[in-house]
């Protein structure tokens, strides 16, 4: 009986469309182009390296090399067609932890099949493999190759390395790979920020990041843009120069996060953009565009979410983001961008392991008048003054709740026709066997929660419903065992005070004030924020 289809928003201007329909990668991470060729060399996280054509109507697809690792980055040398130079980032669980993230170069032969030499791997860095290991691999318009490295810990930087210029972390790397230096396998650029700093590491660019997913240079002017995952609530987008701090863990974004802990040797970089949690989750950095089938984004630097999927922009002007914007709100996993020859760019997508264009769209701006604007028009209740679910929504409960702020809550699942739920090995994030096992859901389904609070503690008769939450399941294109092959978009309800009916929350969610009896407060009563989430939390 569910009639949550779609979804409120009206359509953005822009959607994405299949642009290499006849390619298809497995788990890819990272796209670069092959320098000197017409094609695309691209990381797939289980242990590959692909290469294929920018030419949309090919369907080859070249195995280049294969390694019994996980890989995070690939890029080719600029002089790719002159030394068959290729650099991989990859995670060697087979290495003592604070050894196992490497950054390898390898030889391949420059024309197709491109095959690598697995023999020929000479390993320029090693550095700690943890929670954040970076490998965003670029060249950079002087000829050196960059590298993004994570802080290595994954939870609050545990290890305190984004502003330890001692050490690798945190931080993108700066090296010339066509000179070498004593034991090293790479020289340090003579204009590296902190070459005549004793106690740090030469080969640091900039310093103070958690994990940057994806950096990118203006293709006419230089310049270093990168995106960088938060922790607890920003996402951001970063302008580096030269010896810059971006704060981490300091700061988060533009915030505080840990501020008792010393700085590094340099003042705080703002970010150009934030995203707060309500927007965006996982940032993916992007390029600026300076193609010519989409003249209106000109000049503007795109970028994206691996979690929403949304599309985002802004033009950089006097030192400021300008005609900020999301464009598109896709059902894509973008784990990467790329720039191609004729400056046009593309989403790679984790899921399919397909290329995305950016296509306008000819919907943008029609509201969908038919989505469920109260609760009593999901069609998932029988009686909701009542709170009793229609025939076939099932009630359901949990081993281990959570707690949530002393509010009772209440599930049902409604699962669409005659569907049910299969029991499996899910590949998102990692491969079998380390892949926990999960459970896959029919197209549609609607998992439904209602929040409830007591207004006088310790009283069942004063419990009042405060919001129900919808989390409405859309299956993906891509591996039909695959976890991240999956949306779940949601919804969140605000019961009203009569608790006959519920509104739907504003797409940016809302907080409001609660008055709790409380006998073990200050004057018997007590304030209390309520969140009302986002449909992006």
């Not at 409120?8 to 991470?29: F, M």
């Not at 970028?303 to 950089?316: A, I, L, Q, W």
């Amino acid at each position: 009986t569910s009639r949550v289809k779609g979804t409120p928003e009206p359509p953005l201007p822009y959607e994405v469309k299949v642009a290499y329909e006849n390619v298809q990668l497995d788990a890819p991470v990272a796209i670069n182009r092959l320098s000197g060729t017409p094609y695309y060399i691209v990381a797939q996280q289980h242990g590959g390296v692909r290469v294929f054509s920018q030419n949309k109507a090919s369907d080859e697809v070249f195995n280049v090399l294969d390694v019994d690792r996980t890989v995070y980055g690939v890029a080719a040398h600029p002089d790719f067609t002159e030394n068959g130079f290729i650099y991989v980032m990859t995670v060697n669980s087979d290495e003592p932890e604070e050894s196992g993230s490497w950054v390898s170069r390898f030889t391949i032969s420059t024309e197709a099949p491109f095959k690598a030499d697995p023999s020929s791997e000479l390993v320029l860095f090693k550095w700690l493999r943890g929670g954040h290991n970076g490998g965003c691999l670029r060249f950079g318009h002087d000829g050196y190759l960059y590298i993004a490295t994570g802080d290595g810990s994954g939870i609050a930087d545990a290890l305190k390395s984004g502003q330890d210029v001692s050490d690798l972390m945190g931080s993108i790397l700066r090296v010339d790979v066509d000179n070498t230096a004593g034991e090293r396998a790479y020289a340090i650029p003579d204009d590296n920020p902190l070459v005549d700093n004793a106690d740090a590491r030469p080969e640091i660019y900039s310093f103070g990041h958690r994990q940057i997913w994806k950096f990118s240079f203006d293709r006419k002017t230089g310049q270093l843009w990168a995106g960088e995952v938060g922790q607890d609530l920003w996402e951001m987008v970063y302008k580096i120069k030269k010896g810059g701090n971006y704060g981490w863990s300091v700061r988060e974004g533009a915030h505080p996060f840990r501020p008792e802990r010393p700085q590094g040797p340099a003042p705080f970089e703002e970010p150009v953009v934030e995203h707060h949690h309500h927007d965006f989750r996982s940032i993916t950095g992007g390029f600026v565009y300076h193609g010519s089938r989409l003249p209106e984004l000109t000049g503007n630097y795109i970028y994206g979410d691996f979690d929403t999927g949304k599309v985002s922009t802004f033009r950089y002007r006097s030192g400021k983001a300008h005609r900020k914007a999301t464009i598109a709100d896709t059902d894509v996993r973008i784990v990467d961008f790329i720039e191609a020859d004729d400056l046009e760019v593309y989403l790679l997508d984790y899921v399919s392991g397909q290329l995305y264009e950016l296509v306008e769209n000819a919907e943008a701006g029609k509201a969908n008048t038919d989505f469920p604007q109260k609760l009593s028009e999901t069609g998932l209740f029988k009686s909701v003054a009542d709170h009793i679910p229609a025939d076939g929504v099932i009630p359901y409960d949990v081993n281990s709740p959570l707690w949530s702020d002393n509010a009772q809550k209440y599930r049902f699942i409604a699962i669409p026709g005659d569907g049910q739920i299969d029991f499996d090995d899910v590949t998102y994030p990692q491969a079998p066997p380390e892949a926990p096992p999960g459970w896959r859901f029919p197209d549609g389904t609607v998992l439904v929660k209602t929040f409830a609070i007591e207004t006088e503690v310790g009283n069942p008769e004063s419990e009042v419903r405060l919001e129900t939450r919808l989390l409405h399941h859309k299956r993906m294109d891509g591996e039909d065992n695959g976890y991240g092959a999956q949306v779940w978009r949601g919804y969140t309800y605000i019961w009203n005070d009569a608790q006959t009916d519920a509104v739907l929350a504003p797409l940016e969610g809302l907080d409001r004030e609660l008055t709790i009896k409380d006998a073990g407060a200050a004057g018997g009563k007590r304030k209390q924020v309520w969140h009302f989430p986002s449909r992006s939390e």
